[in-house]
T-cell receptor, first 110, second 113 residues
């Protein structure tokens, strides 16, 4: 079992809809959780960075962590065509090594 | 500000050839990471440098892979001899510390025929 898993998609939603992207992880030692956005033929860029359980909001983006169920979510409100990308979730444990999921491809339809 | 710069952007070469990928981290960043991304395995850490010293190379797949960081502004990842299964996108990232946000370059798309 890979330590961080996410559905590869693609996920297609109409512009303006709320997008929900999800991830599960297996290592209970993970303490830090991240979401990266990767456009085609570009490197990943950090979107959200959270520690432990709870919610963190940044503009249209909300990251949610539930450590009891080992579940990570990213919500995008008022989705835009420019949000079309691959979204990678990632976790980091006490050894500081970041483990990435394989990514979910998101398409926002205008 | 210049981000992480990688070269070449694309490399196509024949099996058995030596391949050298290059990276210039963001000025002032003392941590540098090399990753490999494939559809099958996703993004995997190959090696991590701190202050130009290799700290964790447990992700380097085989002895055919080697990485160096001769100074704070330059790193190379070398594959010799290359094999078709090495085909992937190779990313370099840098940060101000191992547990700080990493900034990625745009990668080198490597195809080994």
């Amino acid at each position: 079992q890979k330590e961080v898993e996410q559905d590869p998609g693609p996920l297609s939603v109409p512009e303006g809809a709320i997008v929900s992207l999800n991830c599960t992880y297996s290592n209970s030692a993970f303490q830090y959780f991240m979401w990266y956005r990767q456009y085609s033929r570009k490197g990943p860029e950090l979107l959200m960075y959270t520690y432990s359980s709870g919610n963190k909001e940044d503009g249209r983006f909300t990251a949610q962590v539930d450590k009891s169920s080992k579940y990570i979510s990213l919500f995008i409100r008022d989705s835009q065509p420019s949000d079309s990308a691959t979204y990678l979730c990632a976790s980091r444990g006490r050894d500081d090594k970041i483990i990435f999921g394989k990514g979910t491809r998101l398409h926002i339809l205008p | 500000d210049a981000g992480v710069i990688q070269s070449p952007r694309h490399e196509v070469t024949e099996m058995g050839q030596e391949v050298t990928l290059r990276c210039k981290p963001i000025s002032g960043h003392n941590s540098l990471f090399w990753y490999r991304q494939t559809m099958m395995r996703g993004l995997e850490l190959l090696i991590y440098f701190n202050n130009n010293v290799p700290i964790d190379d447990s992700g380097m797949p085989e002895d055919r892979f080697s990485a160096k960081m001769p100074n704070a502004s330059f790193s190379t990842l070398k594959i010799q001899p290359s094999e078709p299964r090495d085909s992937a996108v190779y990313f370099c990232a840098s940060s101000t510390g191992r547990n700080q946000p990493q900034h990625f370059g745009d990668g080198t798309r490597l195809s080994i025929l």
